[in-house]
């Protein structure tokens, strides 16, 4: 899949599906997935029940991050390294 059609695809996700989550669309075990980045527990769960498993001939997956401190904060966090 061309760069094009993958932001056209998210570009739609976004306007059918709402533009509070974050789509990525990547290859996966089963094969082409969206990825559906919801902020918190409640949000993701809101996804599920309105997101189809299934979209455009991609597999969808919701997901959310369950670490309090931003993820980009951890990286760069200088006492880890």
Request: charged share 20%; proline share 5%.
């Amino acid at each position: 899949m061309n760069s094009h059609t993958r932001d056209s695809l998210k570009l739609k996700a976004a306007v059918e599906f709402g533009g509070d989550y974050i789509y990525t669309i990547k290859q996966g075990g089963l094969g082409p997935t969206l990825i559906v980045n919801a902020e918190t527990k409640s949000a993701a769960r809101t996804a599920r029940k309105t997101i189809p498993g299934t979209w455009e001939g991609l597999y969808v997956l919701v997901v959310y991050c369950t670490s309090e401190e931003e993820p980009e904060a951890a990286l760069y966090d200088p006492s880890l390294m």
